[in-house]
């Protein structure tokens, strides 16, 4: 029989880490050429040590404004926050510091974060358009253990540019992922934020 949602969540649950024990795993990971998966790859070993530096500079650089901060203080609702992910995810390095930040801000909400290649089952049941598209987050109800909402692997805005290149190129190209980064860079987490903003006000 298969195994519902709920019932994966529960039993992944106890293996999700903090975002400071994230961040220190995907430094020494960096540091010793390696990545998180199964794949060992350059290309990937490459992309985790640009997120290293990316993540590194988005906890350092992301600005919220009073206004924004007041909203995410206001929700009194008890959530966990479990997101797939993986080292060398470029989607991921702008919008984890965003959650954490949020999570910092609100102590209602208990951020986790699980390695989606250590948990396909979980991650086969929240798909993006039969993808295992990652970050992956899963907004839980922290007492029921029910699922709220899910967001990922990217923002509105991000997404529009990513649905409307691969529509004309087929897939995406290193050059666009780089314009990518550089647009989420000239957004400064906004989009992001203006998402989780909403799922925050969810009930």
Known sequence: MDRTAAEIISES????????????????????????????????????QLNNRRLKRWDKTLRLSEEQKAQITL???????????????????????????????????????????????????????????????????????????????????ATKMVEAYKKEHGKLSPEFKEDLQLWYNSDKGQDILKDLLELLALK
């Open 13 to 48: 649950l106890p293996k999700a880490i903090g975002y400071g024990m994230y961040r220190e795993m995907v430094h020494q990971l960096a540091s010793e050429g390696k990545t998180t998966g199964p794949d060992q790859t350059a290309s990937l070993v490459n992309y985790t």
């Open 75 to 157: 929700s009194e609702k008890k959530m966990t926050w479990l997101v797939l992910t993986e080292s060398w995810c470029g989607d991921a390095a702008p919008s984890m510091p965003v959650m954490n930040r949020i999570a910092e801000l609100n102590p209602n909400i208990d951020f986790k974060i699980l390695l989606r290649d250590e948990n396909l089952e979980l991650m086969h049941r929240f798909k993006t358009k039969g993808a295992l598209s990652i970050p992956k987050l899963i907004a839980l109800d922290t007492e029921s253990g029910e699922v709220i909402a899910d967001w990922g692997p990217r923002s509105v805005g």
